[in-house]
């Protein structure tokens, strides 16, 4: 396969499920982004779209046998010569077929060949996805390095709702474009095998059935460091409170509302994590009471007080306990002065092993879709972010957490 000028070169693997069309709108992503796409389908994908939709589509031939133009062995050049090769829709089947390295077709085949990243977006109905076979081998393929996108949840094939849909075309084209971005800077899926929580958002303190104490924040750098763990090979538990952000592919999503809800989700998913990354705003109090009625101005009266009480803060008591031996613990802090001073002080009080240190400046609005930071080590590390995307920010954190996961 030749590399385009500006593009990737890709294999769209599609196996036989009814969301095989759903992957004509990637096949036409790609081509619109100028990579160069090599659709594979297997012969029970060809029942749902056929061959010439996908060549017309893709500008390029198709084939599904071994046996097709032998002489340029396809079997073994496809795979060879992808910069990443995308199965999707992944059937049970296929998945099945690749964690026990079986070839009986040209897809197959081109799996075992294929030396790039190799993402699956499985699709299938809710009770197959969860059957004990279908995880282990999905477990299989991630240990082995694949990226295994969790399927959406939704309406299914008939009646059917459950998890097991693919995820929307657009969501698996930017995942293919964060894990090329990945493996052109570092070669590897490098948190493959890892499991990742991330809070985000801003969490919401009720004093009655109508109102909340709460802040501005939108989420967006968490869930950039949810999406680009993903795109790293992770298994990323998203801790979200009130974002109205869309659920990124591939990652559980929690929704919490209060501090004490995102303590209890960050605690549970924390247990067997490698790493935990506090980029919630978390209220630093809570309404002492409160009412179960709506709060009712009294005229001719003073507003009534509220009184506050400490909310915990979960960052210091998850570096203080470390839930899982080895963990790496993450946060956040927000500084207008004296930013490292300040930011040294946060990281050696709250004993976490890295403090992302945003410097609160003209350029920094709540919900912005850019930041700058400085990234401290307890080791004494200091790695200044330049203004950028979030993306790369959250980049910039998981390469300090990936030198300082403990190999296992
Ligand atoms: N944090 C937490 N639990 C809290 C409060 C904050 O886990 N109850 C976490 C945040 O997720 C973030 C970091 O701690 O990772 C921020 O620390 P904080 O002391 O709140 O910093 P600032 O917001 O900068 O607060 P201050 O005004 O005290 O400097």
């Not at 389908?41 to 056929?50: I, Y």
Request: aromatic fraction near 4%; hydrophobic fraction near 45%; charge should be negative.
């Amino acid at each position: 396969m030749t590399q385009r000028r500006d593009g990737a070169g890709i294999v769209l693997g599609v196996s036989g499920g009814i969301a095989a069309y759903k992957a004509c709108e990637l096949v036409r992503r790609f081509s619109e982004n100028g990579d160069d796409v090599r659709v594979v389908p297997t012969e029970s994908a060809l029942r749902f779209v056929g061959e010439a939709t996908w060549s017309a589509l893709s500008g390029n031939p198709v084939t599904t046998g071994v046996w097709e133009s032998v002489h340029e062995v396809p079997h073994v050049r496809i795979g060879q010569g992808a910069d990443l090769v995308v199965v999707a829709p992944a059937t049970a089947d296929v998945l099945a077929k690749a964690a026990h390295g079986l070839a009986d077709d040209l897809l197959t085949n081109t799996l075992l060949t294929a030396r790039c990243p190799v993402v699956f977006a499985p699709a299938m109905h809710t009770e197959m996805w969860e059957h004990p076979a279908t995880q282990e081998n999905v477990a299989t393929l991630r240990r082995r390095g694949a990226l295994v996108i969790e399927p959406a949840s939704g309406r299914l094939t008939g009646a059917d709702t459950g998890k097991g849909r693919l995820p929307e075309p657009s969501a698996i084209f930017a995942f293919c474009r964060r894990v090329l971005r990945g493996a052109e800077r570092a070669g590897t899926a490098d948190l493959a095998g890892r499991h990742v929580v991330v809070s985000a958002g801003g969490t919401r303190e009720p004093l009655d059935p109508v109102r909340y104490l709460g802040n501005r924040s939108s989420g967006k750098q968490g869930y950039a460091l949810a999406r680009t763990a993903a795109a790293r090979g992770a298994r990323v538990t998203l801790v979200a409170a009130n974002s109205a952000l869309p659920d990124p592919a591939g990652v559980t999503v929690v929704p919490v509302g209060t501090a004490l809800e995102l303590r209890d989700a960050v605690r549970a998913a924390a247990e067997d994590a490698d790493a935990v990354v506090m980029a919630a705003a978390v209220a630093d109090f809570r309404p002492a009471a409160y009412a179960a009625g709506k709060i009712k101005k009294r005229d001719g009266q003073g507003p009534e007080p509220v009184a506050l009480v400490r909310n915990p803060d979960v960052l210091a008591e998850l570096a203080a306990e470390r839930l899982r031996s080895g963990q790496v613990v993450v946060g956040f802090a927000a500084e207008t002065d004296d930013v490292l001073a300040n930011g040294r002080a946060k990281l050696a009080a709250k004993g976490c092993d890295l403090l992302v240190v945003n410097e609160v400046g003209e350029r920094r609005t709540f919900g912005a879709e850019e930041s700058e930071a400085v990234v401290l080590g307890a080791d004494g590390q200091e790695t200044p972010v330049p203004f950028g995307p979030k993306e790369d920010l959250a980049d910039a954190i998981w390469d300090q957490v990936v030198a300082r996961v403990t190999a296992d």
